[in-house]
């Protein structure tokens, strides 16, 4: 049997002003498939995915993070979840990298954070604009009575909610070798609760790690912003933006600790 690989080149307009063209100038999922011919007509597809985030073709962005698409319209067959990651330096192995944050969606209203950073606290921050301020965080520390979830209003230091709400459930405490981790469970949309961003919207992701200073969480020693917003539930990765880091990020994501 012949396999028959078809390849064409199509050139559309960003935004034709018509009828049934979505404007290109917005971030948009891309849907992909593959199928064959009935006749004169185009037969249910074979196989097809969509991206695990919206992206924006104008500029170019790499699609990561495949969401698994049910295989039939009648299939009652969850999605696939799949597993995304926040890391520096960008692209380094899981075991060599100084700041690793996975995710991934559990159940409808959950999201499991895993986290990994050589110092002695790490956290990941969700922020509509990256920068600090309105910026709600999850720490792991080596101090695990510093773990837990933290709000910034400003570029001073974050302050821990305490006690620990219900929607933030923390797992697997450790401190090897300089490098502290942490499992961290978090609801999408924590109902009735103040300070937490809606993770069913796309958000920046802020990593940074530090050393303590006495009890408390000292300087991050290291920061790092997303390039561009991520829907943490797809499993879409995201890749760092150092210049962003250098502009936006300059008093320090978690920038704890200096009066």
Known sequence: MSVVLLFYRITRDVNPGLANFRNLEEQQFLLGAIGGLSGGTIMIHSDRRASGSRINVVRSEVVSGVTVMPTSSSSTEAPTR????FRFPDN????DCDFLVTYQASGANSVVFELRGRGNWVGVGFSEDNQMPDTDILICASDTSLSGHYYATGRSTPARTDPTPLAVEIAE???NGGVVS???TREVNPAGLVNFRNLEEQQFLLGAI????GATIGIHS???ASASKI?????ADADENDAIEARVLAHGMLMTMVD
């Open 182 to 184: 942490c499992r961290i």
């Open 210 to 213: 530090g050393g303590l200073s």
């Open 231 to 235: 829907d943490v539930r797809s499993g």
């Open 82 to 85: 799949q597993q995304g990651s």
């Open 222 to 224: 290291a920061r790092r």
């Open 92 to 95: 380094c192995p899981d075991a």
């Open 173 to 175: 405490q450790s401190f």
